[in-house]
């Protein structure tokens, strides 16, 4: 195990800025730690290898350089070079900063110095950065840092402290990323679970840490360095901490906290209204790692996508859980016991993620849904016909339901129906090669409802076919333009209609809502006076 530090600007301080002759940067990137560098105008994470310090022989000019590695802030690659020589220069590096949520971990590579590892978190255009050295056990925090959006840069030095997290933990609590109600601390009012035993209050900052060890919950506060104990009991006795409390605006402050329970440390790190919390512990290789990173303010959660102060969705990281158990099964391969148990595993997540997903098919379009068959109107009242008291809906003849006062049918004898008999009968017979069963099925060889469809456009029921419409029913230009070929022999008003639909304005005839044109899809069909023989209702008076 190597101890000390490169050559290379072994002098200088922490949190200053240097310049890397290698390096071409429009600013001089900060030093961090030994050989670990931030360019703050792009956000590259920089390790500068050169020779082992030795008393009296501090390189300044960087002719001990042996190679420089770069780790961008929207990559998961890093890019490392080979050095020759104090005039080769690295290529050009981006000159702007992007925003960014996704958190890495960077492990060095140099073996002229201590082992460090990294976290880099990003909350937008801002960056926090926690050096770890991992030569030590356990390993111990360096320095932590907070490059915000402005030119100010927070630090502080943790001068060697050692991390609480001692052994690997595998945490899969439901509450995980959910809203609860702790009772010991709050009986009323929910607080948001970071993992098992670190929570979040979101109405005043309050980090909760729970310790079975001690029965208690440790409270802190962003306003301040100390903590409060309670004790945990299963009392259903009124608790309102918190209650009485705000959240306030506080100065840039890093604290490591120990979660004893869950074998992690816990780094908390307030400045202004935001708060990032970050449960730092062991994976099953025993290597430091970042479990998870939460950014709060006073909106609550905030991660990246808008802030969320009432999360209804476990965002467990199934990527790295699904990571643990395919590098597990690759180390285990003689033990078929456990490889089954984890193969398992692996298909429930996956089956999990699976059902998560948009499933179309339990929706339907509003054009799908069938309208229930209207019952009898009520019959005409008992008039006399040959006086002026004549009904004012149907003239006599009935229709109100096709039923005389006395609740019998009128459709077989009305005048209506036997004056135009003939003109019903072909008309019905000339529509029926484009019309739909009385259930809305097409019938053979004929179209739906909507019409002589083009390719590209809407079925006959709706059907939404490839390149027509979106998810959501967005409807192609091709489609409405289809409403031209609805009706072969269109009168002047139907014409006049199918042209304007081809502008992507649904148009409604004579400011009617009128269904049975899907809205204005297509084209208006005209009332026409008669009465369907097979529309016999008698049944539903007597």
Same mark, same amino acid.
């Given at each position: ?6 050559? !290379? ?26 050989? =670990? ?83 880099? =978190? ?14 030590? $056990? ?92 309670? %004790? ?19 100065? !840039? ?20 209204? +935001? ?7 062991? @994976? ?34 199934? %990527?790295?859980? %699904? $990571? ?112 739909? +069963?009385?259930?809305? @099925? ?71 809502? @009128? ?20 529309? $016999? ?6």
């Amino acid at each position: 195990m190597q101890e000390g530090f490169v050559s !290379f600007k072994q002098s200088s301080s922490e949190g200053s800025r240097e310049v890397i002759p290698q390096y071409d940067s429009s600013e001089r990137p900060y030093k961090l730690y030994d050989s =670990m560098y931030f360019d703050n105008i792009n956000g590259n994470l920089i390790e500068v290898d050169s020779s082992a310090y030795q008393t009296g022989n501090v390189d300044l000019t960087g002719n001990t350089i042996s190679s420089i590695s770069v780790l961008p802030r929207n990559s998961v690659d890093v890019y490392t070079y080979e050095i020759t020589s104090t005039n080769q220069i690295l290529p050009s590096q981006p000159t702007t900063l992007n925003s960014s949520y996704k958190s890495m971990i960077y492990r060095s590579e140099s073996d002229e110095t201590d082992k460090y590892t990294v976290f880099y =978190m990003p909350w937008g255009k801002k960056t926090y950065l926690h050096v770890i050295n991992t030569s030590t $056990d356990p390993a111990q925090s360096e320095h932590f840092y907070l490059f915000s959006d402005t030119s100010v840069v927070y630090s502080k030095d943790l001068n060697s402290t050692p991390l609480t997290a001692s052994s690997y933990i595998q945490d899969t609590d439901s509450n995980n990323n959910y809203e609860i109600i702790t009772s010991n601390y709050n009986t009323a009012r929910k607080v948001y679970q970071i993992s098992k035993y670190v929570k979040y209050d979101l109405k005043n900052g309050n980090l909760l840490i729970t310790n079975n060890q001690n029965n208690s919950i440790e409270v802190y506060k962003r306003n301040t360095e100390s903590k409060i104990s309670i %004790n945990v009991s299963s009392s259903d006795e009124e608790r309102t901490f918190g209650n009485d409390e705000s959240y306030t605006s506080v100065d !840039f402050t890093v604290r490591l906290l120990n979660d004893e329970s869950g074998a992690n440390s816990v780094l908390f790190v307030c400045q202004g209204f +935001d708060s990032l919390v970050a449960v730092i512990g062991k @994976d099953y290789q025993n290597n430091i790692v970042l479990k998870t990173v939460k950014r709060f303010n006073p909106n609550g959660l905030d991660n990246g996508e808008g802030v969320d102060s009432s999360t209804s969705v476990n965002n467990l990281n199934n %990527n790295a859980y %699904n $990571d643990l158990l395919g590098r597990f099964l690759s180390d285990s391969p003689d033990d078929a016991s456990i490889q089954d148990i984890f193969k398992n595993l692996l298909n429930q997540q996956s089956s999990m993620q699976n059902e998560e997903e948009l499933n179309l098919d339990n929706y339907v379009l509003k054009t799908q849904v069938v309208p229930p068959v209207c019952p009898a109107c009520p019959a005409c009242p008992n008039l006399e016909l040959d006086k002026d008291s004549l009904c004012s809906n149907c003239g006599g003849n009935g229709g109100s339901g096709t039923l005389s006062g006395n609740g019998n049918s009128t459709v077989s004898g009305d005048a209506v129906s036997k004056n135009q008999e003939k003109d019903l009968t072909e008309d019905v017979s000339d529509s029926a090669i484009n019309t739909v +069963d009385a259930v809305g @099925d097409v019938a053979s060889g004929a179209l739906g409802s909507v019409g002589d469809v083009a390719s590209g456009a809407l079925g006959a029921v709706g059907d939404v076919a490839s390149g027509a419409v979106d998810a959501v029913g967005d409807v192609a230009s091709s489609v409405v333009s289809a409403g031209n070929k609805v009706v072969k022999s269109s009168s002047n008003e139907e014409k006049e209609t199918a042209n304007l639909m081809n502008s992507n304005t649904q148009v409604l005839a004579n400011s009617e809502s @009128d269904p049975y044109s899907y809205y204005g899809q297509v084209p208006y069909k005209p009332t026409n006076e008669f009465l369907p023989r097979t529309a $016999d209702f008698s049944s539903f008076g007597k």
